[in-house]
């Protein structure tokens, strides 16, 4: 639960998690800590990195964190009865996943993909939603890619090394690194795929949505003060991007041109995305029929206006 300080000096503290360490939309975070954004708005977040999106819904349960960022597919778990609700979309069409293969594998193209097996971090999750969708893009259906969940991109890409995979739908940025090291080859990304979507939101849980709103708008309006800043400041998010992901200049630098774009500015939800989402849910088997919107998430803080 959210830890309110009430002190005129002293700032209201959010846990704020991110699910997986490299992908750069969860990296306002980082850039509004470093810079301040939060702070401006009365918050001082705490920022954790799980191991997926299991996990992070592990700790928002728990009470160990109160906001999380995550794919689209985890709005999900409020619908299921988890004490979470989504407050803002954060990125729309999935342009920052892709197909990732070893550097010496015979896989060229997408054709290629048919049968083969691909990692992800959690059964259930975006990246192997993405997987299926792209199978069943192709003709071979939703199974015509096999998938297995190893528990994070380390795990992922141990399995590529060692060719226990064929490879694994996961971060673009991830996979530059690798490509840059000589270790892997991109595919295909996957923006154009799913064009209308949200593929990545925040979420919180609802104790803290209904106690304390305040800090939610707040924490909210620091978020987007920092996308923002992104935006107007390149190299300065290009180096905080570097030192938070432990990811080169290099591949920062084409991540921020490749993927800015696609970051909300504002936080609000796209309706049509809203129902490619709750489609995806009934096509996993994660709800046997479409939620009701309110079941996933709450428009009362957005649009946000830092």
Not at 97 to 112: L, M
Not at 234 to 244: L, P
Not at 270 to 284: F, R, S
Not at 287 to 298: F, I, N, S
Request: net charge negative; glycine share 10%; charged share 20%.
């Amino acid at each position: 639960m959210l830890i309110a300080i009430c002190s005129a000096h002293a700032a209201d503290k959010i846990r704020a998690g991110k699910a997986i360490s490299v992908i750069w939309a969860m990296v306002p975070l980082d850039v509004g800590a470093k810079e301040g954004l939060f702070a401006k708005y009365g918050v001082d977040v705490e920022i954790t990195t799980m191991s997926g999106g299991a996990k992070l819904q592990q700790g928002l349960v728990a009470g160990s964190l109160d906001i999380g960022i995550d794919g689209g597919t985890g709005l999900v778990f409020g619908a299921k009865g988890s004490p979470v609700i989504g407050i803002a979309a954060v990125a729309g069409a999935p342009s920052n996943f892709a197909v990732v293969v070893a550097a010496d594998s015979s896989i060229e193209k997408v054709a290629d993909l048919k049968g083969r097996l691909l990692s992800v971090a959690t059964n259930g999750s975006f990246p192997q939603w993405l997987i299926k969708r792209l199978a069943i893009a192709q003709g071979w259906g939703p199974e015509g890619i096999r998938t297995v969940a190893l528990g994070g991109f380390e795990a992922s890409v141990s399995a590529l090394e060692t060719h226990q995979t064929d490879g694994f739908m996961g971060a673009v940025e991830g996979g530059l690194t690798l490509a840059e090291k000589g270790k892997a080859k991109l595919i295909t990304t996957m923006g154009s795929y799913v064009p209308h979507f949200h593929n990545h939101v925040l979420m919180a849980r609802k104790e803290l949505v209904a106690d304390h709103p305040d800090a939610v708008k707040r924490f909210l309006q620091g978020f987007f003060a920092a996308v923002a800043y992104m935006r107007s400041h390149r190299d300065e998010t290009i180096k905080i991007s570097s030192e938070a992901m432990h990811m080169s200049n290099a591949v920062m630098s084409k991540t921020y041109d490749d993927e800015i774009s696609m970051m909300s500015s504002d936080g609000a939800f796209d309706p049509q995305a809203i129902e490619v989402l709750k489609d995806t849910y009934v096509e996993m088997g994660m709800l046997p029929e479409k939620p009701a919107t309110d079941q996933l998430l709450t428009t009362q803080f957005v649009p946000v206006k830092p």
